[in-house]
């Protein structure tokens, strides 16, 4: 082949093109994503793409355990990085446009994009079911996170991919990944408003998450990220935000809540979560789950497809770890028992008091469960910053003034804004659905001598304590089988 070419791209005239110029060319692919339309992969981002490494997200579920419960769900964290990483370079480059004293150059936009395609590297089979209920659990002491696990995998990547990188851009990649919000020598600050914005939340991490997990669970969102991107502009090195976007950032709070609340802590997921983990927990000793946390070789291998590694396996070791698999997929999943809505001022006590052992010690004579049939969850849901209003936060800027920056005050947003911006809401749930009854009055029997408690150390006061959900309530006829076996009659 020589080394002149003809190329035609689309409808335009034939050009002679040099062969390396039209490699050049061809390196940009574009992908079609739901969320945002045709996206563009430049070369930067191919490199990491087009790797073992990047293509295991294709194997892990979004929505981890929520993906039983939801099934339109089956989004992976493949897409999330890659909307992330275009939602990123969108910023920044329009950041650089409509300022362009800023002084944002190539590699502070190479950086952003690749920090936003990398941030969730690190993510373990089910998403946060990995780090956040069986890590703990399978390596008590140990202090990981999927933000680690990306920053262990991103050098893993650039490592035996032989990426062309310095190393002064992985150093600021992985600082963007984490956040920070300290000032960090050489760099621009609000550049790290944009993927992991430690500030107050808004970042494109979330714009991205929270619309394809909507699109996908067909929940309808009110909140327009898009009208946030293009009403950005820096001040004293933060990104702020036009004073007319105010209710539209609430908003995206509060559709962060509502999808944490309705589906992220779904008690069937819940129930599903305690499974899985149960489940791991056995595999573990066999398999070695927990210690590829600290092996990027083998956690390049562990995905969602752990689950079929365990189902496959004929170990006898793995009987109670397949049971458990089998269950999930028959539907005989472990019950909801009953729930509690903590009053802030009771979260430390009940932690204290209400366990597993403690709802066992309040047993009557004829209950027959034990501990280990018993699961005590505290599932803590808030609109991104605790008990802040993550809006108290941010910096707005009026068109009568674009360079001078300030907060708004809760009531010019809206007078129907929440009282608490946080809540804690203590779990029940039972491995023995047929004890469902006996464990629920166990715990309502401890409840009433932990409100008793409290009532005696508080005379002459009426302190908050936790009233039972009526609508919760299980009959005392109620009959659990102990497995959903149906049959069906022909006639």
């Not at 079911?129 to 002491?141: K, M, Q, T």
């Not at 309808?220 to 950005?232: E, G, I, V």
């Not at 005989?332 to 903590?342: A, G, P, Q, S």
């Not at 029997?445 to 302190?463: C, F, K």
Request: some cysteine.
């Amino acid at each position: 082949m020589s080394k002149r070419t003809m190329l035609r791209r689309g409808f335009t005239d034939l050009t002679e093109l040099d062969c390396d110029d039209a490699l050049m060319l061809d390196r940009t692919k574009y992908v079609n994503d739901p969320i945002h339309g045709y996206i563009a992969l430049n070369e930067d981002m191919l490199q990491f793409i087009d790797t073992p490494q990047f293509q295991r997200l294709r194997h892990l579920k979004q929505l981890g355990s929520a993906y039983s419960v939801f099934p339109g769900g089956s989004h992976n964290r493949f897409e999330h990085c890659i909307g992330t990483a275009h939602l990123a370079s969108e910023v920044v480059k329009g950041l650089a446009q409509r300022q362009p004293d800023l002084d944002i150059g190539s590699r502070d936009i190479r950086c952003v994009t690749l920090a936003g395609l990398c941030h969730d590297l690190g993510h373990g089979p089910f998403s946060h079911l990995f780090d956040n209920a069986f890590i703990p659990r399978a390596r008590p002491g140990v202090e990981w996170s999927h933000e680690l696990g990306s920053e262990m995998m991103l050098h893993h990547t650039i490592d035996t991919n032989n990426i062309d990188i310095d190393d002064a851009d992985v150093r600021l990649i992985k600082q963007l990944i984490r956040g920070s919000s300290r000032r960090i020598g050489g760099e621009k600050m609000f550049l790290f408003d944009i993927v992991a914005n430690e500030r107050n939340g808004v970042d494109v991490d979330k714009f991205d998450y929270i619309q394809r997990d909507c699109y996908n669970i067909g929940v309808k969102s009110s909140y327009d990220f898009s009208r946030l991107m293009l009403n950005s502009r820096v001040i004293d090195d933060e990104i702020c935000y036009n004073t007319k976007e105010s209710f539209n950032l609430a908003e995206m709070f509060h559709t962060r809540y509502s999808l944490h609340k309705r589906i992220y802590s779904h008690r069937a997921a819940k129930a599903i979560e305690f499974m899985l983990v149960d489940a791991l927990l056995v595999a573990d000793p066999i398999l070695g789950i927990s210690q590829a946390i600290t092996d990027p070789q083998q956690y390049q291998l562990l995905t969602d497809d752990v689950v079929r590694d365990i189902e496959r396996s004929v170990t006898p070791e793995l009987k109670e770890a397949r049971d458990l698999i089998s269950r999930i997929h028959t539907r005989d999943i472990y019950k909801f028992v009953d729930e509690f809505l903590l009053p802030p001022e009771l979260v430390p006590a009940v932690g204290m008091v209400v366990n597993e052992a403690e709802i066992v010690g309040h047993r009557s004579d004829n209950d027959d469960f034990v501990e280990r049939d018993v699961l005590v969850d505290v599932c803590r849901i808030h609109y991104g910053m605790k008990k802040d209003n993550p809006v108290d936060h941010i910096n707005f800027y009026s068109k009568f003034n674009s360079t001078e920056k300030f907060s708004i005050a809760s009531e010019f947003v809206s007078l129907c804004v929440p009282e608490k911006y946080e809540e804690h809401i203590l779990r029940i749930f039972t491995r023995a659905p047929t004890k469902r009854n006996q464990i629920q009055r166990a715990a309502r029997r401890l409840i009433e001598r932990l409100n008793a408690d409290i009532t005696a150390r508080s005379p002459g006061s009426t302190p908050q304590n936790l009233t039972p959900n009526r609508g919760l309530t299980l009959p005392s006829n109620l009959v659990l089988s102990d497995s959903k076996r149906r049959r069906l009659q022909f006639h």
